[in-house]
């Protein structure tokens, strides 16, 4: 037996090694331990007026955020009156001279180029109003990325910026509104909207408990309950 964290990157090994599809089973990322983040959430409060969007990782090469900055821009462009603003905080190597650019140029774009602590993440990715997942650009990502379960258990809506076939488009839905291909910063402008006209109806959530039951301990025990006994 062999063990992958997405469906997607089994049926793709599968594809050179059918015994993938024979005998693989998907183990993906699990949910963050149940914690108490109101302390945390209150250190480190936002403005609840301030419609607020955050990237939080490692913006490793492949990731390259300008569309996304020029397309939060231009929604600001848009919206000159609107409180809004976007975060970037991790480790930043390749981005760090444009992001620094960007930041100076206008004050709601916030980059920390230093890692926090994990709790301290969880409870911004709690805090805000939208969390961004950012990936390379590909004709497809059979990969889940490692803080998906952390943005699920944060129950707030989710910008994807990636390819059109996606691990995390197939578990989210194809109908799941919130995506745009990472280097088009027009429709990244339109979907931001979007996202802040349900922000403004109070649609300010995002809770899909069929995903956190797929993400769970749960769920990880049945796999392995479901396993062969002789392996």
């Not at 490793?60 to 020029?70: D, F, G, N, S, T």
């Not at 899909?208 to 392995?224: A, G, N, T």
């Amino acid at each position: 037996v062999t063990a992958f964290p997405s469906q997607l990157l089994m049926e793709w090994m599968g594809q050179h090694y059918k015994y993938y599809l024979e005998k693989g089973v998907v183990i993906p990322h699990q949910l963050p331990e149940a914690t108490n983040f109101e302390t945390l959430i209150r250190d480190n409060s936002l403005d609840s007026n301030t419609f607020t969007l955050l990237h939080a990782g490692n913006l490793l090469q492949a990731r390259k955020p300008h569309a996304l900055v020029e397309g939060f821009l231009k929604f600001k462009k848009d919206n000159p009156k609107v409180a809004a603003q976007l975060l970037f905080i991790g480790p930043t190597e390749h981005y760090k001279t444009y992001l620094q650019e960007q930041s100076g140029k206008d004050s709601s774009i916030q980059v920390e180029f230093d890692s926090r602590p994990f709790k301290e993440v969880l409870a911004l990715q709690k805090a805000v109003d939208v969390n961004i997942i950012l990936e390379a650009k590909a004709d497809f990502s059979p990969f889940l990325p490692g803080k998906f379960p952390h943005c699920v258990q944060a129950e707030k809506p989710i910008l994807i910026l990636g390819p059109v076939k996606s691990e995390i488009r197939r578990l989210l839905g194809a109908k799941y509104p919130y995506w745009s291909p990472r280097d088009d910063s027009q429709r990244i402008a339109s979907t931001i909207q979007e996202l802040y006209n349900n922000w403004l109806e109070g649609n300010k959530h995002l809770i899909r408990e069929d995903l956190k039951k797929y993400l769970s301990e749960r769920y990880l025990k049945e796999v392995i309950e479901s396993l062969p006994k002789s392996i």
